[in-house]
């Protein structure tokens, strides 16, 4: 019925038949001009990579630090030219790892106990590189004592009291107490008071810093302190010359660089091989430099599986004492 309609009007108004190709054509183009413009914001679309951090404190001059750093990745990773290298701080491991798993973070850098918590705790990422932070590899933790005074050796450590720098420090904490755990000894936290605590012991307190670390020994107010090699190296010759070195531990890479699980494998390849040339030329030096003194990215020695078996047999063991 509806055809038969049709018909009548175009026999009516034959003119109508000459509109017909116009209108088609006017359609297509019409289509053409659709599609055209969604593939320009296709190809428009700003690429983007954001680098993860950890800090409480100070957080806008550290993103005006690392601005350089992760622009020059995002850089050297989109052949795009509209890109965009973004930084996000967390103010703890864990929420970090909650931006890496909603996928607001791609990689980020951080010291090994943060990432072993990141990484192993969390699932949420994986190691890639290792990074020489200060111009270092790696680092150990030093167990050192005020000279001339009641400890000489490890074992005079027991039923006195050992100061940690933080509760989250690898060098300050956990290559210290892991070290010591091995060789059996037994811990009791002294910040907060036990009756049974037992005179075979070493009781432990935080100093929160590395500076008050130093001073509490100097101070008698611990027997013994930890902290790494390269706050050692930073101490004045007055503060050295007070101290003496009564164990070094194991060393464990300076820093990490990790990469959330499900980044893209072609983009995961890509952003190794920036940075591992990156300190091959002049810019990549001058940006390394300005960003904690970096010396350069390197494989992990013992590859991704081997660092993540010791970064886990470190701190599980310490965690639980």
Do not use: C
């Not at 679309?45 to 020059?72: C, M, N, P, W």
């Not at 590189?129 to 790696?138: C, D, H, T, V």
């Not at 027991?158 to 720098?165: Q, T």
Request: no cysteine.
């Amino acid at each position: 019925e509806h055809s038969t309609l049709v018909d009548m009007n175009i026999a009516r108004r034959p003119h109508l038949l000459s509109l017909f190709p116009t209108i088609a054509v006017l359609l297509y183009g019409m289509v053409l001009t659709v599609n055209a413009a969604e593939q320009g914001m296709e190809r428009t679309k700003t690429q983007t990579v954001t680098l993860g951090l950890v800090s409480e404190i100070h957080r806008a001059q550290i993103e005006g630090h690392f601005q350089d750093f992760v622009r020059y990745v995002a850089g050297k990773l989109f052949a795009a030219p509209d890109f965009e290298g973004k930084i996000m701080i967390a103010p703890s491991a864990f929420q970090l790892a909650r931006l890496i798993e909603q996928k607001k973070v791609d990689f980020y850098m951080e010291s090994p106990y943060p990432t072993y918590l990141i990484n192993d705790m969390h699932g949420a990422a994986k190691l890639l590189l290792r990074r020489w932070k200060s111009g270092m590899a790696e680092y150990r933790s030093l167990i050192f004592t005020k000279n001339n005074g009641e400890v000489s050796r490890l074992e005079d450590l027991r039923g006195k009291v050992l100061a940690f720098e933080d509760p989250g420090s690898t060098s300050g904490h956990f290559l210290a107490k892991s070290f010591l755990l091995k060789k059996g000894f037994k811990f009791a936290d002294k910040s907060r008071f036990d009756p049974y605590g037992s005179p075979t012991e070493v009781g432990y307190v935080f100093a929160f810093s590395q500076e008050k670390l130093v001073d509490m020994v100097l101070a008698k107010q611990a027997a013994a302190g930890a902290f790494s090699d390269d706050d050692y190296a930073r101490l004045d010759e007055k503060k050295k010359s007070a101290i003496t070195i009564l164990a070094q531990t194991e060393r464990v890479p300076r820093h990490f660089l990790s990469v959330r699980k499900d980044f893209a494998p072609p983009l995961v390849d890509r952003l190794e091989k920036i940075l591992l040339s990156m300190h091959e030329n002049e810019q990549g030096r001058r940006i390394l430099k300005n960003t904690d003194d970096t010396t350069k990215f390197d494989l992990l020695p013992e590859g991704e599986a081997g660092a993540r078996r010791r970064l886990a047999e470190i701190f599980r063991s310490a965690e639980k004492n």
